[in-house]
């Protein structure tokens, strides 16, 4: 028997209360909020309890609203997959824009390691207890965190276009080769 | 030697130590990468190595990193389509049609049957194209070069019929929202046809070359393995991880584009090792060929796209003479067209495995964020872990059976 | 070795005929072996990387134009293509791939990517190889079909046919490395 969301749901209230929150089904996947501090506990349950059974972490990225109260400014978000029922299931936290920070899931899923440093060079969020955070794709000389929407797209060092007509803006700080 | 390469806080630096006290014996540092030439792209891997045993390695990507996220929050919806085709370029084609299809299930639009089965025949072309570099390549890196040869002409025959569907050989860029930008042409399917008849006969070639070779089966059996446990908690999905026994599938698990249509099997391997990702993906090329000849016997008639003006180009012609397509073209060109505000993750079987589509929305021209959840970055990871204990030669073979792309795993 | 009889010859260079004798410049003879024997060097990245291995296998067959041996040793190798993205990260290493190169020595930039950062104009992409090594001859298209890169091969057999033996000691050409700072 197929996995219902409503079972996903009151189970994970039952046990964590208002830590979880805004289910909302977007499409095929049920999606719903995890307060950051309880994380990594959330995804212990989700993995190892008998009936959810979400056996598979399939991705992990960040995102950034820069429009968003202090406490909300990042997100990272978490797709898992139980393969038994076939239930597919999206998780976000919320992180302050300050100071983002939340647990490494490394402990429960090998492939977190790369994903984590993905969304740490992209985004600059923390993964207390990760093994290995540094950057994975940009040098380690960079100073910005790219993916954050404060920052340009355009590398500065082009000189073929003419500003003017293709709507670029300044150089993205400190990261001009040479 | 080795002090020289490492700072001293390297982790290597204490085993090299370690094994100098223990019996005066030296540990060496190698760099492999990023430019070596069977890395097969660029990775950098620095082994700790006992003459030829590895034992222990760390790998560090984004030699080719090329901020495809930054760039899809940057481009209205058809602009990032030519992105999809640079990820993993071995089988555009799939990727294409798999952000075509996020973006019909962000936009609720429902395509034709007709479409669906051209979608399925050329995304399995894909999978056999992107088989035949991986497996042929393996051959060529455990010495046998004559294999590759001999597939690569093949290669070329499913180009070709890329060429005739859209125009381009590698970076397709091929459909539209809602199907095809053109009904594909008599000489398309003849090429298809031609190639369903010719290749079977070379494909048989090439496994009888290498499949029972001793050589090869002493260079790749028990070679870089991966148990299905920790395959699983890698995050590996596709051929490597049907190689180690699990039967994850997404063509059969959540089927899209009318998978669920065709009848096929799903080939496991057992030990996870070179010679089980080899077999699996030769078999893998059968079943999609089985795939292939299905929906060529049952592609029903109909339209090659949806009725969606709203995301469909209008034809060249009409957009000259006809006003209301000349709006529609222009709307769609810039990127005004109504998007709802939503989230949706969307799956296809990539050529490596799960090739995932994040996709948030805001209502604008461009998507708010964008994000790939590309299989060879999730699975390279374990790289290290596999070739621990193993010969130099061997970690090699087992890069080139993992079938990783640089383009798609730096993104 | 094939039977047929239809082989073209490269042409001899000019210079005067007699019997028994063929007189012309060292320039001419060195030239012409130089460009029938280009051994590349593939320092392949992405996409276009996988159109040259096209190339290089037999349908195109890159050995026509006397680059059989792929050179995967920089010290070894007197043509070095380029083909695909390279992202700021790499540029260091392509910079140290070109130094250890030995003269005389080539490059060709392959696709739009390696030429001027093609459609990646973003933080990561270097903006073309040509802000950190000289180039000779750049091949457009993203990615240029096989074609495209033997006719890139082939312009730059021309440019090799026309260079002077000693092009390493001309002041043009010092120079051109001093911008570069490669020494």
Redesign the interface.
């Known amino acids: 028997m197929a996995l219902e969301t409503t079972v996903i749901q009151d189970k994970l209230t039952d046990k964590f209360g208002d830590k979880v929150a805004g289910f909302v089904q977007q499409h095929d996947i049920l999606s719903f909020e995890v307060d950051s501090n309880s994380m990594n506990d959330v995804m212990r349950f989700l993995k190892e309890d008998d009936t959810l059974r979400f056996n598979f972490l399939t991705d992990i990225c960040g995102v950034h609203y820069p429009d968003f109260e202090k406490d909300r400014q990042f997100a990272v978000v978490y797709h898992m997959h139980n393969w038994m029922d076939n239930v597919r299931i999206r998780f976000k936290c919320f992180l302050n824009g300050d100071k983002p920070e939340v647990d490494t899931a490394t402990n429960l899923f090998l492939g977190a390691n790369w994903q984590e440093r993905e969304t740490y060079d992209f985004y600059g969020i923390i993964f207390k207890g990760h093994p290995q955070l540094k950057r994975i794709l940009n040098m380690d000389e960079m100073e910005s965190f790219p993916m954050r929407k404060e920052f340009p797209m355009e590398d500065g060092g082009r000189t073929d276009k003419d500003d003017r007509f293709f709507g670029r803006t300044t150089d993205n700080a400190n990261n001009n080769l040479k | 030697m080795s002090d020289l390469l490492l700072p001293p806080e390297h982790r290597y630096a204490k085993q090299i130590e370690e094994r100098r006290n223990e019996d005066g014996s030296e540990l060496s540092v190698l760099n492999l990468g990023?430019?070596?030439?069977a890395t097969h792209?660029?990775f950098q891997n620095i082994l700790l190595m006992d003459g030829e045993r590895i034992l222990d390695g760390e790998g560090t990507?984004?030699?080719?990193?090329?901020?495809f996220?930054?760039?899809a929050?940057?481009r209205p919806f058809y602009q990032i389509t030519?992105?999809t085709?640079?990820m993993n370029?071995?089988s555009a084609p799939i990727n294409n049609m798999g952000w075509w299809m996020t973006l019909e299930?962000?936009l609720g639009i429902e395509v034709p049957k007709r479409v669906q089965y051209l979608r399925v025949i050329i995304m399995e072309l894909a999978r056999i194209a992107d088989h035949i570099?991986c497996n042929s390549v393996l051959g060529v890196d455990t010495g046998a070069l004559t294999g590759?040869?001999?597939v690569?002409?093949y290669?070329?025959k499913i180009?070709e019929i890329y060429e005739e569907i859209c125009g381009a050989?590698?970076?397709t860029n091929m459909g539209r929202i809602g199907g095809f930008e053109r009904d594909w042409s008599p000489a398309a399917f003849k090429k298809i046809n031609e190639f369903m008849d010719e290749f079977p006969k070379i494909w048989e070639d090439f496994e009888n070359l290498l499949t029972r070779n001793r050589i090869f089966m002493d260079r790749t059996i028990n070679v870089g393995p991966i148990s299905a446990e920790?395959a699983?908690?890698?995050?590996?999905t596709g051929p490597n991880l049907r190689a180690a026994g699990v039967d994850?599938d997404i063509r059969v698990?959540?089927p899209y584009s009318s998978y669920e249509d065709f009848e096929f099997n799903v080939p496991v391997g057992k030990s996870g090792d070179t010679y089980d990702r080899f077999c699996v993906r030769n078999a893998e090329v059968w079943e999609s060929l089985k795939i292939i000849r299905q929906a060529l016997d049952k592609l029903p008639e109909g339209p090659y796209h949806a009725d969606v003006p709203d995301y469909y180009l209008p034809p060249k012609e009409d957009v000259y003479t006809n006003m209301e397509a000349l709006i529609y073209h222009f709307k769609i060109v810039m990127g005004e067209v109504p998007v709802p505000v939503?989230?949706?993750?969307h799956?296809v079987e990539g050529g490596n495995g799960?090739l995932?589509f994040?996709l948030?929305t805001d209502g604008s021209r461009t998507p708010?964020?964008l994000?790939f959840?590309r299989p060879c970055?999730?699975?390279?990871?374990?790289f290290n872990d596999m070739i621990k204990g193993q010969m130099l030669s061997d970690a090699i073979a087992t890069l080139s059976s993992l079938n990783v792309i640089?383009?798609e795993l730096?993104? | 070795m094939s039977n047929s009889s239809d082989i073209k010859l490269v042409d001899a260079p000019e210079g005067v005929q007699g019997e028994g004798f063929f007189a012309t410049k060292l320039d001419s003879v060195v030239g012409l072996a130089r460009a029938n024997s280009l051994w590349p060097l593939p320092f392949a990245t992405s996409c276009c990387g996988i159109e040259f291995m096209a190339t290089m296998a037999s349908h195109y067959d890159v050995a026509r134009f006397g680059s059989e041996r792929m050179s995967f040793s920089p010290r070894q190798a007197d043509m070095l293509l380029v083909m695909g993205t390279i992202a700021k990260k790499m540029a260091p290493i392509l910079r140290q791939v070109y130094e250890q190169m030995s003269e005389p020595r080539w490059v060709i930039a392959v696709g739009a990517c390696a030429s001027s950062g093609g459609v990646f104009d973003t933080y990561s992409v270097l903006q073309g190889i040509d802000k950190v090594i000289p180039v000779d001859v750049y091949v457009p298209g993203c990615p240029p079909r096989p074609e495209q890169i033997l006719e890139g091969i082939m312009s730059l057999q021309e440019i090799v046919k026309s260079e002077s033996v000693r092009r390493r000691n001309s002041p043009e050409y010092k120079e051109l490395l001093a911008s570069y700072n490669i020494s």
């Open positions: 990023p430019t070596h030439p792209g660029i990507v984004g030699y080719i990193h090329r901020a996220e930054k760039i929050e940057n030519p992105l085709d640079r370029y071995c299930k962000a570099i590759f040869l001999y690569f002409q290669r070329e180009y050989r590698l970076t920790k699983m908690s890698y995050g590996f994850y698990m959540q939503t989230e949706v993750y799956p799960e995932g994040y948030i708010y964020r994000h959840r970055f999730i699975y390279y990871q374990a640089a383009g730096d993104a």
